[in-house]
């Protein structure tokens, strides 16, 4: 295949424009190849069905989203961007939501909030004497609750602002982070003893 990425790209926004008029169930690899002006072939030399190709899109989507905002100072960032791309792709996250099942994009969510919040505490992390395993406890600790936020922003139609829910959640996690890694240094202190 000439350009792998340009194919996957306009496959994505054909997904986006076929998603404004139809709902994604009745969006067929047909539709999506004819629009692109590639063959079925393609498509599938690319992904395996549509739902990977809807993974695709997401993931891609939260990693323009994210950009360099991994680390303690710019998360809050970073997150803010997360939550501006779901509202700019609403129709599509609805849509999506509604056809594939909340689990599905769930496991979206977790996917790429997981990546933003392991780079912080990895960061908080260096030199001091926690575990991977610890420090993929503290990771999902923090990925369940701010899915959990973003899910119930997104069940209740995106109309809250959401920059009001990021502050919210800075507020909350500020000094907590390092608390939580200062907690397992303890806990391993006192094991030692």
């Known amino acids: 295949m000439p350009n792998t990425n340009a194919t996957k790209i306009a496959l994505g926004e054909s997904l986006k424009k076929l998603i404004r008029t139809k ?5 067929t690899i047909n539709d999506l190849t004819a629009d692109c ?5 393609a498509f599938y030399y690319h992904f395996k069905d ?5 993974e695709w899109v997401c993931v891609e989507d939260s990693k323009k989203a994210l950009q360099d905002k991994k680390t303690y100072d710019t998360w809050q960032e970073g997150v803010s961007q997360i939550f501006d791309a779901v509202l700019e792709n609403k129709e599509f996250i ?6 594939i ?5 769930e496991r979206y969510l977790y996917q790429f909030t997981y990546d933003i919040i392991k780079e912080v505490i990895e960061g908080k992390c260096q030199g001091r004497g926690i575990s991977e395993e610890q420090k993929n406890f503290i990771t999902d600790f923090y990925k369940y609750g701010f899915v959990g936020i973003m899910l119930a922003w997104i ?13 919210n959640m800075s507020v909350m996690l500020y000094g907590n982070i390092d608390h939580s890694i200062r907690n397992f240094e303890n806990a391993q202190e006192e094991k030692k003893k």
């Open 94 to 99: 609805t849509n999506v939501c509604r056809s």
């Open 37 to 41: 002006g590639i063959s079925r072939m």
């Open 23 to 27: 709902r994604l169930e009745k969006i």
């Open 155 to 167: 069940d209740h139609g995106m109309k809250d602002d959401y920059e009001e829910i990021v502050e």
């Open 101 to 105: 099942g909340r689990e599905r994009v």
């Open 50 to 54: 549509i739902y990977d190709l809807v």
